[in-house]
């Protein structure tokens, strides 16, 4: 199976569960338009895997993308195993690898609506190098050292 994206959300305010709008446009220095964690940090991109979600749903949880605040729900790739500088293809928009997982302090708005946070063992941020459009069904490929050009 090819990786791809299946769903694009966004949210108006920061630690929130996100609406998937189904396709969006990740600007780079920015992140993806018109979500609150949008903005020139090294986590303006959020992407967690579907396989996530589903292992929450295993557990009995009715949660689906955008439940956990991520940006991009991708499936049929492995993002908590991708090393800290790797680049993806996402649509047409070139990101970077910057984060894996986040430290939750206290318990988000999330956790309370879901019962449970996956995001911090298991979703990871980036910043976007290219700018480009972004759907549902879009691949989302691992470039070779040669494809992501110099590092910055």
């Given at each position: 199976?090819?990786?791809?994206?299946?769903?694009?959300?966004?949210?108006?305010?920061?630690g929130e569960k996100k609406t998937d709008v189904g396709e969006g446009y990740l600007q780079?220095?920015?992140?993806?338009?018109?979500?609150?964690?949008?903005?020139?940090?090294?986590?303006?991109?959020?992407?967690?895997?579907?396989?996530?979600?589903?292992?929450?749903?295993?557990?009995?949880?009715?949660?689906?993308?955008?439940?956990?605040?991520?940006?991009?729900?991708?499936?049929?790739?492995?993002l908590v195993s991708l090393p800290l500088g790797t680049r993806l293809q996402v649509g047409e928009a070139l990101?970077?690898?910057?984060?894996?997982?986040?430290?939750?302090?206290?318990?988000?708005?999330?956790?309370?609506?879901?019962?449970?946070?996956?995001?911090?063992?298991?979703?990871?941020?980036?910043?976007?190098?290219?700018?480009?459009?972004?759907?549902?069904?879009?691949?989302?490929?691992?470039?070779?050292?040669?494809?992501?050009?110099?590092?910055?």
């Amino acid at each position: 199976m090819k990786a791809e994206i299946v769903a694009v959300c966004r949210s108006q305010k920061k630690g929130e569960k996100k609406t998937d709008v189904g396709e969006g446009y990740l600007q780079a220095g920015q992140g993806l338009l018109e979500d609150a964690h949008g903005g020139d940090w090294h986590r303006m991109l959020s992407l967690l895997a579907l396989e996530s979600i589903d292992s929450m749903r295993e557990k009995g949880l009715d949660v689906g993308p955008g439940d956990f605040a991520e940006n991009i729900t991708t499936r049929g790739i492995d993002l908590v195993s991708l090393p800290l500088g790797t680049r993806l293809q996402v649509g047409e928009a070139l990101v970077e690898v910057t984060q894996i997982g986040k430290e939750c302090h206290n318990r988000c708005a999330i956790y309370y609506q879901a019962g449970d946070c996956v995001m911090p063992r298991e979703g990871i941020f980036a910043r976007v190098l290219a700018s480009g459009p972004v759907k549902r069904g879009d691949p989302v490929r691992i470039l070779t050292p040669e494809e992501a050009g110099p590092l910055s």
